[in-house]
T-cell receptor, first 117, second 112 residues
Framework: AQKITQTQPGMFVQEKEAVTLDCTYD???????LFWYKQPSSGEMIFLIY??????QNATEGRYSLNFQKARKSANLVISASQLGDSAMYFC??????????????FGTGTRLKVLA | DTAVSQTPKYLVTQMGNDKSIKCEQN?????MYWYKQDSKKFLKIMFS???????INETVPNRFSPKSPDKAHLNLHINSLELGDSAVYFC???????????FGPGTRLTVL
């Protein structure tokens, strides 16, 4: 079973509009973390936002916010006021305790976002 | 003032060769990682070191061997390169396993 699922391989959004990128996760670890990364066409990986499983409030970082719905096991990324520079691949990732007792990071397959002028 | 750096940025080599990729971070982090991103952009963790100790060792061929001479460096050595090893390899670091990871620029390895 997929631990991290990003169901939208590609999305379009009009400049200045908001967009939501979906991410659902599956874990039995009560203490986990959820991350979003951006990978522009240049290839580098850029950290965007983090949500801990015990955090009461949704994480926000500038135009990025994480819509964390624990019961639904979803951690959707919301980008407000999209800009052309937001066009990139976006990865959702989870940190959990692995079967060997060590921590592990698992990435989703990514969503390619294209912002239209 | 690059935070996480990798060398080389591009590596083209023949099958069967042995090659190394170097990673250095100047963030003072205790934990470092190696990831492989395949042609379909799927990102998978390979190894993680914390204070020079191997803490994550995913199922990768034993042709891949990480080496951490000190906390600031984590090198990846690959023996007997195969076509399927072609990918982008990312190094990352974090203050601890609980913290945000910061990635290097990646090394694009092409095996001919």
């Amino acid at each position: 079973a997929q631990k991290i699922t990003q169901t939208q391989p590609g999305m379009f959004v009009q400049e200045k509009e908001a967009v939501t990128l979906d991410c659902t996760y599956d874990t039995s670890d009560p203490s986990y973390g959820l991350f979003w990364y951006k990978q522009p066409s240049s290839g580098e990986m850029i950290f965007l936002i983090y949500q801990g499983s015990y955090d009461q409030q949704n994480a926000t970082e500038g135009r990025y916010s994480l819509n964390f719905q624990k019961a639904r096991k979803s951690a959707n990324l919301v980008i407000s006021a999209s800009q052309l520079g937001d066009s990139a691949m976006y990865f959702c990732a989870m940190r959990e305790v692995g079967t060997s007792g060590t921590y592990k990071y698992i990435f989703g397959t990514g969503t390619r976002l294209k912002v239209l002028a | 003032d690059t935070a996480v750096s990798q060398t080389p940025k591009y590596l083209v080599t023949q099958m069967g060769n042995d090659k190394s990729i170097k990673c250095e971070q100047n963030l003072g982090h205790d934990t470092m990682y190696w990831y492989k991103q395949d042609s379909k952009k799927f990102l998978k963790i390979m190894f993680s070191y914390n204070n020079k100790e191997l803490i994550i060792n995913e199922t990768v061929p034993n042709r891949f061997s990480p080496k951490s001479p000190d906390k600031a460096h984590l090198n990846l050595h690959i023996n007997s390169l195969e076509l399927g090893d072609s990918a982008v390899y990312f190094c990352a670091s974090s203050h601890s396993l609980f913290d945000t990871q910061y990635f290097g620029p990646g090394t694009r390895l092409t095996v001919l």
